[in-house]
């Protein structure tokens, strides 16, 4: 098996992430680290080396060298135009709040609340070329292509069916980014060689979009384990208006790295933490 940790620099790393580490790590021979930087407001260069710090000090070393997001964007870009030639993206010059929202949350359902505006009207290269826009999937033509919504199936054999309500128009680039969450982790978990996506099932909802595009760009289809999230022991999410206990404030208090690591492999969480669903 080949799995990936695949964090977005926005932040210190938190408990939610170690376990998210240990599991992929404890289930690769092989186990790529990935930075996703593409989001041009919340990813933060500096994080990338405290990534790799608690990374390090939980014992666990990638295979490799770790892929950054925001150098491999022309591979994206190849994807899409892949698309665009096939028809299957169409531009949406819908205002930013609207792209924003689907771009900077990978958690929920892929682009499902977009109304359609700009689907179907004919192209204009001049507004093209003069107002920025995006780019979105046209989900129904897709869908009509690969012959309805794609199911995936989990570590263990668990088949799961996707809904059309997952898979919407989702955005897979826009002007400020040159792909969408989506669109960069198709391509870069198939260029990997990625046989299994570990992540938490707070991204479950992202996985039958990300099947589609995997069948449209005739990608290798992997398995899955979507893992139950670390809360707090009350069931909060950990957030950091929630003082997420975060890996590096753990360090300083004194904690041992690789114990942390080894309890989290067996399923212990800390005092006042647990998983989702125990
Ligand atoms: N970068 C995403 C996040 O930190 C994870 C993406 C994935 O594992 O597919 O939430």
Same mark, same amino acid.
């Given at each position: 098996?080949?799995?990936?940790?695949?964090?977005?620099?926005?932040?210190?790393?938190?408990?939610?992430?170690?376990?998210?580490?240990?599991?992929?790590?404890?289930?690769?021979?092989?186990?790529?680290?990935?930075?996703?930087?593409?989001?041009?407001?919340?990813?933060?260069?500096?994080?990338?080396?405290?990534?790799?710090?608690?990374?390090?000090?939980?014992?666990?070393?990638?295979?490799?060298?770790?892929?950054?997001?925001?150098?491999?964007?022309?591979?994206?870009?190849?994807?899409?135009?892949?698309?665009?030639?096939?028809?299957?993206?169409?531009?949406?010059?819908?205002?930013?709040?609207?792209?924003?929202?689907?771009?900077?949350?990978?958690?929920?359902?892929?682009?499902?609340?977009?109304?359609?505006?700009?689907?179907?009207?004919?192209?204009?290269?001049?507004?093209?070329?003069?107002?920025?826009?995006?780019?979105?999937?046209?989900?129904?033509?897709?869908?009509?292509?690969?012959?309805?919504?794609?199911?995936?199936?989990?570590?263990?054999?668990?088949?799961?069916?996707?809904?059309?309500?997952?898979?919407?128009?989702?955005?897979?680039?826009?002007?400020?980014?040159?792909? *969408?969450?989506?669109?960069?982790?198709?391509?870069?978990?198939?260029? *990997?060689?990625?046989?299994?996506?570990?992540?938490?099932?707070?991204?479950?909802?992202?996985?039958?979009?990300?099947?589609?595009?995997?069948?449209?760009?005739?990608?290798?289809?992997?398995?899955?384990?979507?893992?139950?999230?670390?809360?707090?022991?009350?069931?909060?999410?950990?957030?950091?208006?929630?003082?997420?206990?975060?890996?590096?404030?753990?360090?300083?208090?004194?904690?041992?790295?690789?114990?942390?690591?080894?309890?989290?492999?067996?399923?212990?969480?800390?005092?006042?933490?647990?998983?989702?669903?125990?």
């Amino acid at each position: 098996m080949i799995t990936r940790f695949a964090p977005s620099p926005t932040g210190r790393l938190h408990l939610g992430h170690a376990y998210s580490a240990v599991l992929g790590r404890r289930h690769g021979e092989r186990w790529l680290l990935r930075i996703e930087d593409l989001d041009p407001g919340r990813a933060r260069p500096e994080f990338v080396g405290g990534i790799i710090e608690d990374l390090a000090w939980l014992g666990l070393e990638p295979d490799g060298e770790p892929l950054v997001q925001s150098r491999r964007t022309h591979l994206y870009a190849e994807a899409l135009e892949t698309l665009k030639k096939r028809g299957l993206v169409y531009p949406c010059f819908c205002t930013r709040a609207d792209i924003a929202a689907s771009l900077s949350a990978p958690h929920g359902d892929a682009g499902s609340a977009y109304p359609g505006t700009c689907r179907g009207r004919p192209d204009d290269p001049a507004r093209r070329a003069s107002t920025p826009h995006s780019w979105r999937l046209h989900s129904a033509k897709a869908l009509d292509e690969v012959g309805g919504v794609p199911g995936w199936r989990e570590l263990g054999g668990e088949a799961f069916e996707g809904s059309a309500t997952m898979i919407g128009d989702a955005i897979l680039a826009r002007k400020d980014a040159p792909s *969408s969450y989506h669109l960069s982790c198709v391509v870069d978990d198939w260029e *990997s060689g990625v046989t299994l996506v570990v992540r938490g099932a707070d991204l479950r909802p992202s996985t039958p979009v990300q099947r589609l595009l995997q069948i449209l760009l005739g990608a290798p289809e992997p398995v899955y384990l979507h893992h139950a999230l670390v809360t707090h022991e009350d069931g909060r999410r950990l957030a950091k208006r929630d003082a997420a206990p975060t890996l590096a404030a753990m360090r300083a208090a004194g904690v041992d790295g690789p114990a942390l690591a080894w309890e989290l492999a067996t399923g212990q969480l800390p005092t006042g933490y647990r998983l989702a669903g125990d």
